[in-house]
């Protein structure tokens, strides 16, 4: 009786120290908001809208170095859970792979129209305007997108 009451202790004593570890196991929100969209808008898709020479000159090597601007893009600007971010997030990865098809099949114009749609369809601005130094501060900490881009400027006198 004695070895029973002995391993039935054992059990919940397991028990509950395997139900006090589980809090501690890393739970990641995947801090989805606004801002990280902004952020993934900003940083990729300027990498994506400096591709624009490139692609005008049929320059598939440059293009193929950046594919994980146009990923990283996908993955972030979409990251919403909304139906209408699930929507756009499957339009961006078809338009995704239609540039690379085109890449790998060496097609300039397949190229230009297909990067023309993705760009469109994901609200891209190809020239954005240039920021002026004298225009006042661009970004707010090191923490901003901003930071570290040609849209990061900071005020000079």
């Given at each position: 009786v004695?070895?029973?009451?002995?391993?039935?202790?054992?059990?919940?004593?397991?028990?509950?120290a395997?139900?006090?570890?589980?809090?501690?196991v890393?739970?990641?929100?995947?801090?989805?908001?606004?801002?990280?969209?902004a952020r993934?808008?900003g940083?990729y898709?300027?990498r994506?809208?400096a591709l624009?020479?490139?692609?005008s000159k049929?320059?598939?090597?440059?293009?193929?170095?950046?594919?994980n601007?146009f990923?990283?893009?996908?993955?972030?600007?979409?990251?919403?859970?909304?139906?209408a971010?699930?929507?756009?997030?499957?339009?961006?990865q078809?338009?995704?792979?239609?540039?690379?098809?085109?890449?790998?099949?060496?097609?300039a114009?397949?190229?230009?129209?297909?990067y023309?749609?993705?760009t469109?369809?994901?609200?891209?601005?190809?020239?954005?305007?240039k920021?002026?130094?004298?225009?006042?501060?661009g970004f707010?900490s090191?923490y901003?997108?901003?930071?570290?881009?040609?849209k990061?400027?900071?005020y000079?006198?």
């Amino acid at each position: 009786v004695a070895a029973n009451r002995r391993a039935a202790l054992q059990k919940v004593a397991g028990a509950v120290a395997g139900a006090l570890a589980l809090p501690q196991v890393a739970s990641a929100d995947g801090a989805v908001s606004t801002a990280t969209v902004a952020r993934s808008r900003g940083i990729y898709g300027g990498r994506i809208a400096a591709l624009s020479g490139a692609v005008s000159k049929g320059d598939f090597a440059a293009v193929a170095d950046e594919k994980n601007a146009f990923i990283l893009f996908n993955s972030g600007a979409y990251q919403l859970k909304t139906p209408a971010a699930k929507a756009a997030k499957a339009v961006a990865q078809e338009g995704t792979a239609d540039i690379f098809a085109a890449v790998d099949a060496k097609d300039a114009g397949k190229l230009k129209a297909a990067y023309a749609a993705y760009t469109k369809n994901a609200g891209i601005d190809l020239s954005p305007a240039k920021e002026s130094v004298m225009g006042g501060q661009g970004f707010g900490s090191d923490y901003d997108w901003k930071n570290r881009t040609p849209k990061g400027t900071v005020y000079q006198r």
